[in-house]
């Protein structure tokens, strides 16, 4: 989940890195006057809450908003370094807190366009702005006399009359400018800002790569015998996708970001299970115009020279350095802790699956492809629980609704209502209101649930607006996904990982939309990496959760609830292939760990990128054939364009605060106003504003115990 909850840089228009240069020409007073009056960037949107005015912006609109946003934005920060006055907290950091305000306009609006529905004409504007947005930050944040007043106001900072959010934004300020190279000689502040210019334009051309081959390695099916095992509304849909493509006639099944592919659990024919995996598996390192191995080789290479530059021993040292783990050693320890057991499991686990192949009249060994197809078929015969039987039971609308929205209300008393007046990037999206218990406007909420081809994988949140007390702005939040959309006129049922996923993403954006936070800087989901998923991964509790199940699994036609029997099976079997789960998991953390641990000189070139990944592998114990780890270098968009460089660790490291504190809600009542009540004020409304473990603690009132997830995962 790319999600924009990246630790906020310098003020709100520095948030993921996207500023931008001041290189191009300015604007004449009458081109300026014009663009004003016709580009809706250029001032503050007039809808609620600023919401954007998707029904008036054009592709056109953005490179000017950009160009001039960028040169009031380098203005702004010129004017605040260069004043007589001695630097306050107020003519300093609340200066540039309240900054760069027309370029974040347009740099929210863009980048959750080109996640969520780009196009040809996007992709080049977003090619030629990524390496300006870099120098735009390095311009501000490589300003001697602006370092100069923050590192004044650093030194003087405990003497200071002033809050305890004010105090640690001048410590976050002051850590963001020596970590972006501010003490660094002019020479080596040239270098800097090249590998970050270059850095900016390899993460453009990864994602936008990846998009472009996820979308030409589509399996083609020419026969619907093929496709046999996949529900009927399964195959019509490919039909339609392939027909789409004027492949009339045929079939396509479309590749989610993932190596493992949900048409595997279900297809009988093992000749198509293999092309899908192997098509899975292939992307990025095929070849061709989309092969994405130079870009990971030189952006390991890059990030490991800005490393050494900026003092620490790998890219991981500095990425860590802000991250709760703190260090990469830290890291280390507690994945090689997990893969241990982890592949000791996936390995008994492939035993029985190996016996159901044998027992099936098969004569092949278990490969990749095989694994959820038989997982399934063992599934079924040791819980009796099929897991296509609760497909009836989770339409869309209904676990949106009644299940994840109705939780909500019972936790924190808020409630969701749907409106149409407000214009939408897609015909897709849909739009709610937030409003808090006492029927005050909260948050607008916005869903993007349904899988296209002009949208990158995966699931995600992101802000169009974030809360601010000092800017007095309120919540724009929206969750994405990538569920497949049914024919006309068929509902959307959903898979239980799907609705696990609603439940997650959700979990995000009420971090978003909780947010009560002065300053930009500490809006919402702006906390550690290894922070940010806790809250998200809670939020799964409440889609098991009895009373909440009740309310939205129905059947979609007789609206009959989902038996108990049902419900008791679907929570028994949740432990099972748990060996695999953590395993392809952990495989990919540690490839993670691996590129971004390398010293400068170290990285392979890009036809070594494929060995490298084997060796690292091979040496950690999860080589294992049939476990492919969930994401391979060539397609891991996490670490390589969504800003979890050495950072995929955190889910699992959340992991632990979430099983932990989920004993405590079922310690302390569960569902319940008072519970969902203490968990915003202590955590959800905090943001960055206060240090993300010491929040943990005082609302846990101890520290953390991994008892839970070993527990949850079978790893005890």
């Given at each position: 989940?790319?999600?924009?909850?990246?630790?906020?840089?310098?003020?709100?228009?520095?948030?993921?890195?996207?500023?931008?240069?001041?290189?191009?020409?300015?604007?004449?007073?009458?081109?300026?006057?014009?663009?004003?009056?016709?580009?809706?960037?250029?001032?503050?949107?007039?809808?609620?809450?600023?919401?954007?005015?998707?029904?008036?912006?054009?592709?056109?609109?953005?490179?000017?908003?950009?160009?001039?946003?960028?040169?009031?934005?380098l203005d702004q920060v010129n004017a605040i370094a260069n004043q007589a006055e001695p630097p306050t907290l107020e003519n300093t950091l609340v200066a540039l807190e309240r900054s760069g305000r027309m370029l974040n306009r347009v740099r929210r609006v863009f980048f959750n366009l080109v996640s969520a529905h780009t196009n040809d004409k996007l992709d080049?504007?977003?090619?030629?702005?990524?390496?300006?947005?870099?120098?735009?930050?390095?311009?501000?944040?490589?300003?001697?006399?602006?370092?100069?007043?923050?590192?004044?106001?650093?030194?003087?900072?405990?003497?200071?009359?002033?809050?305890?959010?004010?105090?640690?934004?001048?410590?976050?300020?002051?850590?963001?400018?020596?970590?972006?190279?501010?003490?660094?000689?002019?020479?080596?502040?040239?270098?800097?800002?090249?590998?970050?210019?270059?850095?900016?334009?390899?993460?453009?051309?990864?994602?936008?790569?990846?998009?472009?081959?996820?979308?030409?390695?589509?399996?083609?099916?020419?026969?619907?015998?093929?496709?046999?095992?996949?529900?009927?509304?399964?195959?019509?849909?490919?039909?339609?996708?392939?027909?789409?493509?004027?492949?009339?006639?045929?079939?396509?099944?479309?590749?989610?970001?993932?190596?493992?592919?949900?048409?595997?659990?279900?297809?009988?024919?093992?000749?198509?299970r293999k092309r899908i995996m192997e098509a899975s598996q292939a992307r990025g390192r095929r070849g061709g115009e989309f092969d994405n191995r130079g870009i990971v080789a030189r952006s390991a290479k890059l990030r490991a020279e800005r490393a050494a530059l900026l003092g620490y021993a790998n890219h991981a040292a500095y990425s860590l350095e802000r991250?709760?783990?703190?260090?990469?050693?830290?890291?280390?320890?507690?994945?090689?802790?997990?893969?241990?057991?982890?592949?000791?499991?996936?390995?008994?686990?492939?035993?029985?699956?190996?016996?159901?192949?044998?027992?099936?009249?098969?004569?092949?060994?278990?490969?990749?492809?095989?694994?959820?197809?038989?997982?399934?078929?063992?599934?079924?015969?040791?819980?009796?629980?099929?897991?296509?039987?609760?497909?009836?039971?989770?339409?869309?609308?209904?676990?949106?609704?009644?299940?994840?929205?109705?939780?909500?209300?019972?936790?924190?008393?808020?409630?969701?209502?749907?409106?149409?007046?407000?214009?939408?990037?897609?015909?897709?999206?849909?739009?709610?209101?937030?409003?808090?218990?006492?029927?005050?406007?909260?948050?607008?909420?916005?869903?993007?649930?349904?899988?296209?081809?002009?949208?990158?994988?995966?699931?995600?949140?992101?802000?169009?607006?974030?809360?601010?007390?000092?800017?007095?702005?309120?919540?724009?939040?929206?969750?994405?996904?990538?569920?497949?959309?049914?024919?006309?006129?068929?509902?959307?049922?959903?898979?239980?990982?799907?609705?696990?996923?609603?439940?997650?993403?959700?979990?995000?954006?009420?971090?978003?939309?909780?947010?009560?936070?002065?300053?930009?800087?500490?809006?919402?989901?702006?906390?550690?990496?290894?922070?940010?998923?806790?809250?998200?991964?809670?939020?799964?509790?409440?889609?098991?959760?009895?009373?909440?199940?009740?309310?939205?699994?129905?059947?979609?036609?007789?609206?009959?609830?989902?038996?108990?029997?049902?419900?008791?099976?679907?929570?028994?079997?949740?432990?099972?292939?748990?060996?695999?789960?953590?395993?392809?998991?952990?495989?990919?953390?540690?490839?993670?760990?691996?590129?971004?641990?390398?010293?400068?000189?170290?990285?392979?070139?890009?036809?070594?990128?494929?060995?490298?990944?084997?060796?690292?592998?091979?040496?950690?114990?999860?080589?294992?054939?049939?476990?492919?780890?969930?994401?391979?270098?060539?397609?891991?968009?996490?670490?390589?364009?969504?800003?979890?460089?050495?950072?995929?660790?955190?889910?699992?490291?959340?992991?632990?605060?979430?099983?932990?504190?989920?004993?405590?809600?079922?310690?302390?009542?569960?569902?319940?106003?008072?519970?969902?009540?203490?968990?915003?004020?202590?955590?959800?409304?905090?943001?960055?504003?206060?240090?993300?473990?010491?929040?943990?603690?005082?609302?846990?009132?101890?520290?953390?115990?991994?008892?839970?997830?070993?527990?949850?995962?079978?790893?005890?």
């Amino acid at each position: 989940m790319r999600m924009g909850k990246s630790q906020v840089g310098i003020a709100v228009a520095l948030v993921l890195l996207t500023s931008c240069s001041r290189s191009e020409p300015e604007m004449t007073k009458d081109e300026t006057t014009i663009a004003m009056r016709e580009n809706p960037f250029f001032t503050e949107s007039p809808l609620p809450f600023n919401y954007p005015q998707f029904d008036r912006i054009d592709e056109q609109h953005y490179r000017p908003a950009f160009e001039q946003g960028m040169a009031r934005h380098l203005d702004q920060v010129n004017a605040i370094a260069n004043q007589a006055e001695p630097p306050t907290l107020e003519n300093t950091l609340v200066a540039l807190e309240r900054s760069g305000r027309m370029l974040n306009r347009v740099r929210r609006v863009f980048f959750n366009l080109v996640s969520a529905h780009t196009n040809d004409k996007l992709d080049e504007i977003r090619s030629e702005m990524a390496p300006k947005l870099s120098a735009h930050r390095d311009r501000i944040l490589l300003n001697r006399k602006l370092f100069e007043r923050v590192r004044d106001l650093h030194g003087r900072r405990a003497a200071l009359d002033i809050d305890d959010e004010s105090r640690r934004l001048i410590g976050e300020y002051y850590t963001d400018f020596v970590r972006a190279g501010a003490r660094l000689s002019d020479a080596d502040k040239a270098r800097l800002q090249e590998i970050n210019v270059e850095l900016a334009s390899l993460q453009t051309r990864f994602s936008q790569n990846l998009l472009s081959e996820v979308n030409d390695s589509a399996v083609v099916v020419t026969g619907r015998e093929q496709l046999e095992g996949l529900s009927e509304n399964q195959i019509k849909a490919a039909a339609d996708a392939a027909a789409a493509r004027d492949l009339k006639g045929k079939f396509l099944v479309a590749l989610r970001n993932t190596s493992g592919q949900p048409p595997l659990t279900w297809i009988r024919d093992r000749g198509m299970r293999k092309r899908i995996m192997e098509a899975s598996q292939a992307r990025g390192r095929r070849g061709g115009e989309f092969d994405n191995r130079g870009i990971v080789a030189r952006s390991a290479k890059l990030r490991a020279e800005r490393a050494a530059l900026l003092g620490y021993a790998n890219h991981a040292a500095y990425s860590l350095e802000r991250q709760t783990a703190k260090t990469a050693e830290a890291v280390n320890r507690f994945l090689a802790k997990l893969a241990a057991a982890a592949a000791a499991n996936a390995a008994r686990e492939a035993r029985d699956l190996q016996a159901m192949i044998d027992g099936d009249g098969g004569s092949h060994p278990l490969a990749s492809w095989d694994w959820a197809y038989y997982a399934e078929k063992v599934r079924r015969k040791r819980y009796a629980f099929d897991a296509s039987q609760l497909r009836p039971y989770f339409e869309l609308d209904n676990v949106l609704q009644k299940g994840v929205f109705y939780a909500a209300n019972r936790l924190f008393g808020i409630s969701l209502r749907e409106r149409t007046d407000l214009p939408t990037h897609h015909p897709d999206v849909r739009v709610f209101d937030v409003l808090d218990a006492d029927g005050r406007p909260l948050a607008l909420f916005l869903v993007d649930l349904y899988a296209r081809p002009s949208k990158q994988g995966g699931a995600w949140m992101s802000s169009f607006v974030s809360q601010s007390e000092l800017l007095g702005t309120r919540p724009v939040v929206s969750n994405t996904m990538n569920v497949p959309k049914p024919p006309p006129g068929e509902p959307t049922l959903l898979n239980f990982d799907e609705v696990e996923t609603l439940f997650h993403e959700f979990g995000h954006a009420l971090h978003g939309i909780f947010s009560s936070v002065r300053y930009p800087y500490f809006s919402g989901t702006s906390v550690p990496r290894d922070f940010v998923e806790f809250p998200s991964q809670i939020n799964e509790m409440w889609a098991t959760w009895p009373e909440v199940v009740a309310n939205y699994a129905v059947h979609h036609e007789t609206g009959e609830p989902m038996p108990l029997e049902l419900v008791e099976k679907m929570l028994a079997a949740e432990k099972f292939n748990q060996g695999f789960a953590t395993t392809e998991y952990l495989a990919a953390s540690l490839l993670d760990q691996a590129w971004h641990q390398l010293k400068a000189g170290e990285a392979p070139d890009d036809e070594g990128v494929t060995d490298f990944e084997e060796a690292v592998l091979a040496e950690a114990g999860v080589a294992l054939d049939a476990v492919p780890p969930r994401y391979r270098s060539t397609y891991f968009s996490h670490i390589w364009s969504g800003g979890y460089s050495a950072g995929y660790y955190s889910y699992i490291w959340s992991e632990v605060l979430d099983a932990d504190t989920v004993e405590w809600f079922k310690e302390n009542g569960g569902l319940t106003r008072e519970n969902g009540d203490r968990f915003r004020r202590m955590i959800l409304s905090q943001g960055g504003s206060r240090e993300a473990m010491a929040l943990y603690r005082e609302f846990r009132g101890r520290e953390p115990d991994a008892a839970s997830l070993l527990a949850r995962r079978g790893l005890n």
